[in-house]
């Protein structure tokens, strides 16, 4: 991950998703599963192990992942108990059972360009510039540029780094609006970005 400087294994895609939006959310730091939590129920004794917990700059956030065809009964009383453990300690707690279909897609084609590159034709400059009076699409933005075959994937990495901002409702295309981060109704707000 770009945002720890370290790598992390996942047991499945859905994992890899999560590690991926956790990279772009900028976690400081992802342990995978952290403990194993025992505890008792109605029916008897039970074990789990989450499977993640990060360190977000909003605080932390325990993770359990499990596509939601999969959720099973004793699953849910497993993932109760999470909760409970988690909002014992004023941590966050999330199951995440998918995606839309799109946000997987936009954080995939943002993560290409997530590693720190050279912009010797300044054009990350003009990208700011462009966007420095209010939204832009996405394709205007890049054809306000002289180059704008190379201005996209310099667009990527800014939307990435979060020094553009962007709507994850909806899938990124060329009538996608992109703001300076920070921009709010027509001001900047000094030191937010998206999702600050």
Known sequence: ??????LNGFESLEERDLLRALDFLRAREVLPQ???????????RSAHIPDFL????????LFDVRPAALVKDEDAVKFAAASEAATAVGWRYSVVTGWRPHVVGVLDALSAR??????????QAEL????????????????????????RPEAIHLLWHRRLGLDLGSPLGDRSLVWLAGWHSGRQLPGQGLWS
């Open 54 to 61: 990060a360190l977000l700059p909003g605080g932390s956030w």
């Open 128 to 151: 700011l510039a462009v966007v420095g009076g209010g939204p832009v699409t996405f394709g205007e933005l890049s054809e306000a540029t002289p180059w704008p075959a190379l201005a």
């Open 34 to 44: 952290p403990f194993r939590l025992d505890f008792e129920h109605t029916a008897g």
């Open 1 to 6: 991950m770009v945002s720890t400087g370290r």
């Open 114 to 123: 997530r590693r720190p590159r050279k912009d010797p034709l300044g054009l």
